[in-house]
């Protein structure tokens, strides 16, 4: 198994541009989350899915959009970029209420 | 909502000493409390998790304690290996959340020779 997979690794978008952060799971988990990681901060949950046609916010949505048309699949739309999106994003998936699969994380700076 | 609160920022220990990493929750019905270690330019790996049933749990050189009266969880690591320098982070959450995690803001420990 890949286990969680993110793509791209790093990305350097303009003020205004808009990116969709990609993130698949091979596991056949229900549950999908995406965290953003500041400098000497934890993590903070950007949205989340508890199965396919669902999403919900997390404690800071704003600037993102979610969809999860497929149990794979969970990909974070960035909409009009803005230096505040700065930060390193995370991708998990797990099964019920249980350990989180971390993605190895996509590097955004917007200059 | 959960606010968790994790101490020390950093921590330097030399290679064998013990080290120990607090936490604090707010939410007294959080009952899953997982630690995670990330490595420079990684994702974060669960190491140990313990749930609101248990005092304490031991994964070999690994340890976490949980008072839920207190509302505190502690990280303990014995005999320290260079390899255990990375950043540690506690988390939170309860039953019926969708297993949403509120994360501490992190541990560098670091294990010097």
Same mark, same amino acid.
């Given at each position: 198994?890949?286990? =969680?997979?993110?793509? #791209?690794?790093?990305?350097?978008?303009?003020?205004?541009q808009?990116?969709?952060?990609q993130?698949?799971?091979? /596991?056949n988990?229900?549950? /999908?989350?995406w965290?953003?990681?500041?400098?000497? /901060?934890?993590?903070?949950?950007?949205?989340?899915?508890?199965?396919?046609?669902?999403?919900?916010?997390?404690?800071?949505?704003?600037?993102?959009?979610?969809?999860?048309?497929?149990t794979?699949? !969970? #990909?974070?739309?960035?909409?009009?970029a803005a230096?505040?999106?700065?930060? =390193?994003y995370?991708?998990?998936?797990?099964?019920?209420?249980?350990?989180?699969?971390?993605?190895?994380?996509?590097?955004l700076?917007?200059? | 909502?959960?606010?968790?609160?994790?101490?020390?920022?950093?921590?330097?220990?030399? %290679?064998?000493?013990?080290?120990?990493?607090?936490?604090?929750?707010?939410?007294?019905?959080?009952?899953?409390?997982?630690?995670?270690?990330?490595?420079?330019g990684?994702?974060?790996?669960?190491?140990?998790?313990?749930?609101?049933?248990?005092?304490?749990?031991?994964?070999?050189?690994?340890?976490?304690?949980?008072?839920?009266?207190?509302?505190? !969880?502690?990280?303990?690591?014995? %005999?320290?290996? #260079?390899?255990?320098?990375?950043?540690?982070?506690?988390?939170?959450?309860?039953?019926?959340?969708?297993?949403?995690?509120?994360?501490?803001?992190?541990?560098?420990?670091?294990?010097?020779?």
């Open positions: 198994n890949a286990g =969680v997979t993110q793509t #791209p690794k790093f990305r350097i978008l303009k003020i205004g808009s990116m969709t952060l993130c698949a799971q091979d /596991m988990h229900n549950y /999908m989350y965290y953003r990681q500041d400098p000497g /901060m934890g993590l903070k949950l950007i949205y989340y899915s508890v199965g396919a046609g669902i999403t919900d916010k997390g404690e800071v949505p704003n600037g993102y959009n979610v969809s999860r048309s497929t794979e699949d !969970f #990909p974070l739309r960035l909409e009009l230096p505040s999106q700065t930060s =390193v995370f991708c998990a998936s797990s099964y019920s209420a249980n350990e989180q699969f971390f993605g190895p994380g996509t590097r700076t917007v200059l | 909502g959960e606010n968790v609160e994790q101490h020390p920022s950093t921590l330097s220990v030399q %290679e064998g000493d013990s080290a120990v990493i607090k936490c604090t929750y707010s939410d007294s019905a959080s009952n899953y409390f997982p630690w995670y270690k990330q490595e420079l990684k994702g974060p790996q669960l190491i140990i998790d313990i749930r609101s049933n248990v005092g304490e749990k031991k994964d070999q050189r690994i340890a976490v304690t949980l008072n839920k009266t207190a509302k505190h !969880f502690s990280l303990h690591i014995t %005999e320290t290996q #260079p390899e255990d320098s990375a950043v540690y982070f506690c988390a939170a959450s309860r039953t019926g959340t969708a297993s949403k995690l509120t994360f501490g803001t992190g541990t560098r420990l670091q294990v010097t020779l």
